[in-house]
């Protein structure tokens, strides 16, 4: 794809989300929503700026508590990811515990997490480490066991070892599932953060929203909102260059899918 049909490619996606946001407000405008209701964009936006010394610190606070937890999902998920996938043994048992851990709804947990460690930073940094833990252990582990056997033999052909095969063949190939799965895992985390936010914290964007919606400030709700969506995309967009980076070899050719 040539840097023009790139650069095209992109404004048409900022045209499609900026058109969306010109519709709600215009929805807003000409049947006279109450911002109680719905506020519009543009109040929300205002609300942001005008508030943002205020919700700054909270901000940092959700920011800190998800990177921490999701840094903890991560390393877990990972070592149990391989576990299940080198692991026969290990997939039947360690599997549908996984399962039936993540069926769980984790605002049933949170009070649990408050109950053992008190209200504040912990149960949120556990709440978004057992939220994003589940797809990172699915995915490498679907990575690992989805590895071509022909690679595998002819490694153990040479002699190679079983670790030799699995740090060779094994992780390289599960590269671009496990990439995939912290795209996903990271938008989890904020959700498992502002979750315990809301029912046991005295600081982040969760409290703020809370309070927010108990006093009927809609807007200052919406900001909220707003500032989550913005951190969720600026990771996201984080990890999809790293996974570019490295695990570029795995990406679908652009000229072949516009072909």
Same mark, same amino acid.
């Given at each position: 794809?040539?840097?023009?049909?790139?650069?095209?490619?992109?404004?048409?996606?900022?045209?499609?989300?900026?058109?969306?946001?010109?519709?709600?407000?215009?929805?807003?405008?000409?049947?006279?929503?109450?911002?109680?209701?719905?506020?519009?964009?543009?109040?929300?936006?205002?609300?942001?700026?005008?508030?943002?010394?205020?919700?700054?610190?909270?901000?940092?606070?959700?920011?800190?508590?998800?990177?921490?937890?999701?840094?903890?999902?991560?390393?877990?998920?990972?070592?149990?990811?391989?576990?299940?996938?080198?692991?026969?043994?290990?997939?039947?048992?360690?599997?549908?515990?996984?399962?039936? %851990?993540?069926?769980?709804? &984790?605002? /049933? @947990?949170?009070?649990? #997490? !408050?109950?053992?460690?008190? $209200?504040? +930073?912990?149960?949120?940094?556990?709440?978004?480490?057992?939220?994003?833990?589940?797809?990172?252990?699915?995915?490498?582990?679907?990575?690992?066991?989805?590895?071509?056997?022909?690679?595998?033999?002819?490694?153990?052909?040479?002699?190679?070892?079983?670790?030799?095969?699995?740090?060779?063949?094994?992780?390289?190939?599960?590269?671009?599932? %496990?990439?995939?799965?912290? &795209?996903? /895992? @990271?938008?989890?985390? #904020? !959700?498992?953060?502002?979750? $315990?936010? +809301?029912?046991?914290?005295?600081?982040?964007?969760?409290?703020?929203?809370?309070?927010?919606?108990?006093?009927?400030?809609?807007?200052?709700?919406?900001?909220?909102?707003?500032?989550?969506?913005?951190?969720?995309?600026?990771?996201?967009?984080?990890?999809?260059?790293?996974?570019?980076?490295?695990?570029?070899?795995?990406?679908?050719?652009?000229?072949?899918?516009?072909?």
């Amino acid at each position: 794809m040539t840097v023009t049909a790139r650069l095209r490619e992109h404004l048409n996606s900022a045209l499609l989300i900026a058109g969306i946001f010109v519709a709600w407000e215009l929805a807003c405008l000409l049947f006279h929503v109450s911002p109680i209701v719905l506020p519009r964009p543009s109040q929300v936006v205002s609300t942001l700026v005008v508030d943002m010394p205020a919700l700054w610190p909270n901000i940092l606070q959700t920011l800190f508590t998800t990177l921490v937890g999701f840094v903890g999902g991560m390393t877990i998920g990972v070592l149990l990811g391989v576990l299940v996938g080198v692991s026969r043994t290990a997939y039947n048992t360690a599997y549908p515990l996984l399962v039936g %851990f993540s069926s769980i709804p &984790k605002v /049933a @947990v949170v009070p649990i #997490f !408050v109950l053992w460690f008190g $209200s504040g +930073t912990i149960p949120a940094v556990l709440t978004a480490m057992t939220t994003c833990l589940f797809p990172i252990v699915v995915n490498v582990a679907t990575g690992l066991a989805t590895t071509e056997p022909e690679m595998e033999d002819v490694l153990k052909a040479l002699g190679a070892t079983r670790w030799q095969v699995l740090w060779n063949v094994g992780l390289p190939r599960a590269m671009p599932y %496990f990439f995939a799965s912290l &795209k996903i /895992a @990271v938008t989890l985390a #904020f !959700v498992g953060t502002v979750l $315990s936010e +809301t029912v046991a914290s005295n600081s982040g964007i969760g409290t703020v929203m809370m309070m927010a919606s108990a006093n009927f400030d809609v807007p200052l709700a919406f900001a909220g909102l707003f500032a989550l969506a913005i951190l969720g995309i600026i990771l996201y967009a984080v990890f999809a260059v790293i996974e570019h980076r490295i695990c570029g070899w795995a990406s679908r050719k652009t000229e072949l899918a516009t072909g």
